[in-house]
């Protein structure tokens, strides 16, 4: 991992069958010959080269090892792969799915994006350094991402990741956000203005009470396509996934639940979000928060979603976190929290 990347220059093509082939060119510098980059398992790569040259690769897992870099100066780099449509990650004719929090394109990740052994893919989001990235794509419907139009089919910005939907959504105005739904969903006008005096108030609590400073970027999207209960932000987009069936205003735990990755690990240090109790954290926080915002039934924290996601000794010290925690008072609670927040962070800088 001794490498910086400088920028990125993505160029997708999709093609009748539903997938996408991919040309990703970087310049980077390098302390070693050998580099690895991370690259979602199932994404094929055919082809790299170095300064124009072929090079061999291995490609294992989320990982590509990479040799004959040029060290120590600017090197160009090329990978050409293939993103093919997934389950969790479709790719048509009419829809793409592809987040900012996945590794779509190949990036400077040391852990794989989704947590080995893990029934439920539980993403680890490792790109604290924002970089350069020039996207080259002609949209064939609707079109969402996190980069600004500069020209027709291209795109720019300076990101740790790139989101691209395309397909079944709507984009509604409501103020200073542009909210972005499934289009089959009503309008959000009767339910955002709720959601946003929760999410802003939680951004009052966790800035009193843990020095996090948060705002709400000007584009919010409500989408899941999974269900998942997920979150990232950056400061053009977040990434809200709820999961839930209910309207969202009748299920304000579920979205706090869903909002603490993007709040506590959107920029942190990656080791901290693979901490054994990381996801435990997560659920006490949301509980907490739920309680002191006087929020209907707030979700205790769930042995049985930790179970799908954690085994072994990491369960363990889960479960007993929790139970110390549910053991507390209010108040208690939240000394307890502090310094389980700051236990985590302090792992990270081991």
Do not use: C
């Amino acid at each position: 991992m001794n490498f910086e990347i400088i920028n990125v220059q993505l160029k997708l093509a999709k093609q009748s069958h539903g997938q996408f082939e991919v040309e990703a060119d970087y310049t980077l510098v390098s302390s070693t010959e050998t580099i690895v980059l991370s690259l979602y398992h199932p994404y094929q790569v055919k082809h790299i080269s170095v300064n124009q040259r072929e090079v061999s690769f291995h490609q294992v897992g989320d990982f590509i090892e990479i040799e004959a870099v040029t060290l120590g100066v600017p090197t160009a780099l090329s990978v050409r792969y293939t993103i093919p449509n997934t389950s969790q990650f479709p790719i048509t004719n009419e829809v793409t799915y592809l987040p900012a929090w996945l590794n779509w394109y190949p990036t400077k990740q040391s852990y794989p994006n989704s947590r080995i052994g893990s029934e439920n893919f539980k993403p680890v989001i490792n790109r604290t350094n924002s970089v350069p990235v020039t996207l080259h794509y002609s949209p064939q419907s609707k079109f969402l991402t996190n980069l600004i139009e500069q020209a027709p089919a291209h795109y720019e910005g300076v990101q740790a990741g790139v989101t691209l939907f395309e397909g079944s959504f709507e984009a509604y105005q409501a103020e200073d956000q542009e909210i972005i739904v499934d289009q089959s969903w009503t309008p959000p006008y009767s339910y955002w203005p709720i959601l946003k005096e929760t999410l802003q108030s939680i951004h009052a609590l966790t800035e009193r009470e843990f020095g996090i400073s948060s705002s709400l970027p000007d584009k919010i999207i409500l989408l899941s396509p999974n269900l998942e209960k997920f979150s990232y932000r950056d400061n053009q987009h977040l990434l809200l996934h709820v999961g839930s069936n209910l309207r969202l205003d009748h299920d304000l735990p579920e979205v706090v639940r869903a909002y603490m990755p993007a709040l506590f690990w959107s920029h942190s240090n990656t080791d901290s979000q693979i901490q054994p109790t990381r996801a435990a954290f997560d659920d006490a926080m949301a509980f907490w928060l739920s309680v002191e915002l006087n929020l209907p039934s707030p979700l205790e924290p769930d042995p049985f979603f930790l179970e799908s996601i954690l085994n072994g000794e990491e369960l363990v010290a889960s479960k007993e976190q929790i139970s110390e925690f549910m053991q507390l008072t209010h108040q208690q609670q939240l000394i307890f929290l502090k310094k389980w927040y700051r236990d985590l962070n302090s792992a990270s800088k081991v």
